[in-house]
Structures are given as structure tokens and as C-alpha cells.
């Protein structure tokens, strides 16, 4: 049996896509899905289907960035988006879960379908996320040579609950120096490029701490990086604004500490 072909993450190389014509490849009961898949979809009932598309501008869940919402549609039916995972079974497909409208039929495979996804929700989680990227470069720029054992971890761009998560203490007294250094990128706008790179350019720019395995690239592929032109550069899969400046007020809310971990959380206005 040949391996599903993966997904094209359209998303990725152009994050303003807002409409996208692309065929459907499958459709499947939500409660018909593998045991792991199921798990991505708890709240699935009897009329709920998912959709794999053969490209999407449809942002997974994942990476600390929530999953785009919208629908799929063609001239006489209408899928209403309501959840995006990457298949837990399946490298590199991806999974639009959701409901048909009422009375609607169900898309056939090879339909071409138009999708759309809702754009004000696409530019909060996009500033999010770069504002969590500022955030970060901003915490390693002060403290990686004053706090033992530093280190960013992990992030989550949901919004009220957004925070980056560094190894070391961070006592509160940085806040306001944190605050000072966000500000400081955010008003100067930096350009933040999207840009493709192999092991050896991590390599060649001495951030080879950076290379990690990523189930959704395939060896010999290179890995999309996020640069913020002047602060940082991370490798990531998400959506994100054109310049800092875009990320509008970011505000450090919190520092909180645990078990030699330091969290701290900010919002964007």
C-alpha cells in the first residue's frame, strides 16, 4: 500500500493566502478515525467529518499556535472548519475537522473545493506569535549569560494565555528590563523573513543548538526558519506578521517560577 501523499502547507509559504481552490483527496467520519486521530478530535459526534485536501492554508494546531477556523465550499455545499490537526498516523497530512451545513452534500473525492479561512482570527494568532518570538529574543538577549542554565523551551500564542517558557530562574525584578527590550524591538519594526534552511546553514550561523528532529521533515528537506531581522531566528512552522512593529503593544505580563523553570506570559493589544 503506496504512503499518503502529504499535505502541500500552502500557509507556510505565503501566511496572507486567505482563499485557496485545491482538490479533496478523502473524507472520512470523524468516529471512523484511527484510535490516535480520534484523540485530536474528543468533541467528534455521528455528523462530524474530516477533510484532507491535497494543499491547505488551513494552520494546524501545533507549535504553540492554535488552528485556523473557517470553511470549505463549492458552489452547492458548504464545510463549516471548526478544528486543523496534523494526522497523528499519517507524516504530514493534515486534517480539517468540521460539520456539512444542513441539507448540505458531502464534498466527492477530487471535488475541487475553495477554501477560506477567518482572516481576523489568522492576524491575532499571527501577531501572537511573532510578539512570542520578540518576547524570546528579547529574555536571551538579556539574561543568557546571567541566568545558570538558560534556555528557551517551549510557547504557547493562544490568546489569554500566552507565555514563553525558559530553563533557569528568572526572578521578577527583570520584568521591567524584559518590558524595556520588547519595546525596544517591537518600535523598530524589524523586518521578520521567512526563510528555508538546511543543517549546514544552522551550521554556518552557529545556531546549530537549533537543529532538532520534526516528525513533518522528511531527511534531506530543509527546515523553515523564522527571522527577525536583527533580534533572533527560530525554526518554525507557523503564521506570522510582517515586522515586529505589527505585533501592535506587547505587554510582559507575569514571571512566574517552578521547578527551575521561569514562564513568562504576555499579551498584544
Not at 468533541?43 to 494552520?59: K, L, N, P, S
Not at 493562544?158 to 520584568?175: L, T, Y
Not at 523553515?224 to 506570522?240: L, N
Request: some cysteine; proline content about 3%.
Amino acid at each position: 500500500m503506496a504512503a499518503p501523499t502529504r499535505t502541500y502547507l500552502a500557509f507556510q509559504h505565503n501566511a496572507k493566502l486567505y482563499s485557496l481552490a485545491t482538490a479533496v483527496r478523502s473524507i472520512r467520519s470523524a468516529t471512523s478515525l484511527e484510535e490516535a486521530n480520534q484523540s485530536l478530535f474528543k468533541q467528534a459526534g455521528e455528523d462530524d467529518r474530516v477533510v484532507i485536501t491535497e494543499q491547505t492554508i488551513f494552520h494546524p494546531q501545533g507549535g504553540g499556535q492554535p488552528s485556523d477556523v473557517g470553511i470549505m465550499k463549492t458552489s452547492s455545499s458548504t464545510f463549516n472548519v471548526s478544528a486543523v490537526r496534523m494526522d497523528a498516523v499519517s507524516s504530514g497530512q493534515v486534517l480539517h475537522f468540521g460539520r456539512f451545513e444542513s441539507g448540505h452534500d458531502a464534498f466527492k473525492e477530487g471535488e475541487t473545493v475553495t477554501q477560506e479561512i477567518d482572516t481576523e482570527k489568522r492576524l491575532l494568532y499571527s501577531r501572537l506569535h511573532t510578539a512570542g518570538h520578540v518576547l524570546g529574543a528579547a529574555t536571551r538577549k538579556l539574561l543568557e549569560d546571567k541566568i545558570e542554565g538558560f534556555d528557551e523551551l517551549k510557547a504557547s500564542h493562544f490568546p489569554d494565555a500566552a507565555s514563553c517558557e525558559f530553563a533557569g530562574s528568572i526572578e521578577g525584578k527583570w520584568k521591567e528590563a524584559i518590558q524595556k527590550k520588547v519595546d525596544e524591538y517591537v518600535d523598530a519594526d524589524l523586518p521578520v523573513e521567512i526563510e528555508w534552511w538546511s543543517e549546514d546553514d544552522f551550521k554556518a550561523n552557529g545556531l546549530e543548538r537549533l537543529i532538532t528532529e520534526n516528525p513533518n521533515v522528511v531527511k534531506g528537506e530543509k527546515f523553515r526558519v523564522v527571522k527577525i531581522v536583527g533580534a533572533d531566528t527560530y525554526p518554525c512552522g507557523g503564521t506570522h506578521v510582517d515586522s515586529t512593529q505589527a505585533c501592535g503593544k506587547t505587554t510582559v505580563r507575569k514571571i512566574s517560577r517552578s521547578k527551575g523553570t521561569s514562564r513568562v506570559s504576555y499579551a498584544v493589544a
